[in-house]
C-alpha cells in the first residue's frame, strides 16, 4: 500500500480514508491561506515568490498546472513536477521523464515540504502545493482554491488577459463547482476506492446521474455555466480526461466510455485543444499514478496498452444546439 499520511511530521503508512461502510471519504486539506494582488491577505502576489508542487497524473494537481499556463505565468510561479508513481514514502522528486525536481527546498520527498511549513503536520500529503518562497510556508494545498487564485490575483503578472472566473457569474460558477465535486470528481475515487458492493453501486449511480445531467446541459449550452468556459469547466476537464484512460478500467468506472457520451466527448477534446492546454497533458503519467501507483486496486503495476484515445480529433461546436 502506497498511500500513507503524516503524524505528528513522522511518515506513517496508514491509510484512513475510508469508513465502516468500505465507503472512500476524502480528508479535508489543511493549508488554505490566499495570496491577493493588493497584499491585504497577508500574501501579495508577486514574482518569483511563489511556486507550484503538482503531480501531473493527479486531476487536482493538473487544475492547478493548467490556470498556470492560461493565465500565462508560468515565468512568474515556479514548478515542480513529483514523479508520477508514489512510493513508500508518498510523492517523490526523481529525474523521470517529464519530471521537474524540486529546486527551492531540495527536498527528495514531498512531506518534507509539509514538515518544513509545519514540523509536527499530522494529515495526508497531496498535491497540488503552493509555497511561499519569502515565509518557508505552504500557502494553499486545495485545488479549487488555488486555480482562483491564479486566476484573479496574478493579472498583474499575467501574459493572457482571460478570466474564467468573471465576478458576474461567480455564484453560477461556485455552485458548478459544488455540484460536480461530489458525484464526479471526487465520485471516481468514491466509486475506484469502495470495498464493499453497496458502496460501490451507490457512488456509481450518482456518477452516471450526473454524467447523464451534464450531457444534456452540454446538449444545450456549450460549457458547463453557459456561453463561456470557466473554472467549472477546467475542474470538469481534468477529471474527463482521465475518464477513459484510468477511471474506466481500474476504478471500474464502467457503465459507459467517455467517448460513449457524444457531448461531453466533443467538449472534452474541444477543452484539450485549447491553446496552451495539451502541453500540460501526460497521459503517461496519468497510466503511471493509477495503475503502477496503487497496489491497492492492482497489485502487480502492469499499466494496459490502451485504450487508444485520440483528443485531437476535430470537435463540432455546430452540433450543439445552442
Ligand atoms: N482536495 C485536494 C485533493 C488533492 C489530492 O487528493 N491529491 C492526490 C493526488 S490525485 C494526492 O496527492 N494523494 C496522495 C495521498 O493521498 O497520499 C485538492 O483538490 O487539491
Not at 243 to 249: E, H, K, N, Q, S
Request: hydrophobic letters at 35%; charged letters at 20%; aromatic letters at 14%.
Amino acid at each position: 500500500m502506497a498511500l500513507g499520511r503524516l503524524v505528528n511530521g513522522q511518515w506513517t503508512t496508514v491509510w484512513t480514508e475510508r469508513n465502516e461502510k468500505g465507503e472512500f471519504q476524502r480528508m479535508p486539506t489543511q493549508f488554505h491561506h490566499k495570496i491577493t494582488a493588493d497584499g491585504a491577505s497577508g500574501f501579495r502576489a508577486e514574482a518569483d515568490r511563489y511556486h507550484l508542487y503538482v503531480s501531473l497524473g493527479c486531476p487536482w494537481a493538473h487544475r492547478t498546472v493548467l490556470l498556470r499556463a492560461l493565465k500565462g505565468l508560468e515565468k512568474v510561479i515556479g514548478l515542480s513536477i513529483v514523479d508520477p508513481v508514489i512510493s513508500e514514502q508518498g510523492w517523490k522528486f526523481s529525474d523521470k521523464q517529464g519530471c521537474i525536481r524540486d529546486k527551492v527546498n531540495q527536498a527528495d520527498y514531498l512531506w518534507q515540504i509539509y514538515t518544513k511549513a509545519n514540523p509536527t503536520y499530522t494529515g495526508r500529503v497531496t498535491v497540488p502545493v503552493l509555497w511561499d518562497k519569502h515565509t518557508n510556508s505552504i500557502i494553499n494545498n486545495e485545488s479549487r482554491q488555488i486555480i482562483q487564485i491564479l486566476n484573479t490575483e496574478f493579472n498583474f503578472f499575467a501574459e493572457k488577459m482571460v478570466d474564467f472566473y468573471p465576478k458576474s457569474l461567480q455564484a453560477v460558477i461556485d455552485q458548478t463547482i459544488d455540484a460536480i465535486y461530489q458525484p464526479i470528481n471526487n465520485g471516481v475515487y468514491r466509486v475506484g476506492f469502495a470495498t464493499t458492493q453497496t458502496a460501490y453501486e451507490q457512488a456509481m449511480k450518482e456518477l452516471f446521474l450526473a454524467m447523464e445531467h451534464w450531457e444534456n446541459v452540454l446538449g444545450k449550452q456549450p460549457y458547463l455555466c453557459g456561453d463561456e468556459i470557466t473554472l467549472a469547466d477546467w475542474c470538469m476537464f481534468t477529471t474527463l480526461f482521465r475518464y477513459d484512460l484510468a477511471y474506466y478500467g481500474l476504478f471500474k468506472c464502467n457503465l459507459k466510455r467517455l467517448v460513449e457520451y457524444p457531448n461531453l466527448w466533443n467538449y472534452c477534446r474541444e477543452l484539450y485543444q485549447y491553446p496552451g492546454v495539451k502541453q500540460w497533458c501526460n497521459i503517461s503519467h496519468i497510466k503511471q499514478l493509477y495503475y503502477v501507483g496503487l497496489p491497492e486496486l492492482n497489485p502487480s503495476g502492469v499499466m494496459p496498452v490502451g485504450p487508444i484515445i485520440n483528443f485531437d480529433l476535430p470537435y463540432k461546436c455546430r452540433d450543439r444546439q445552442i
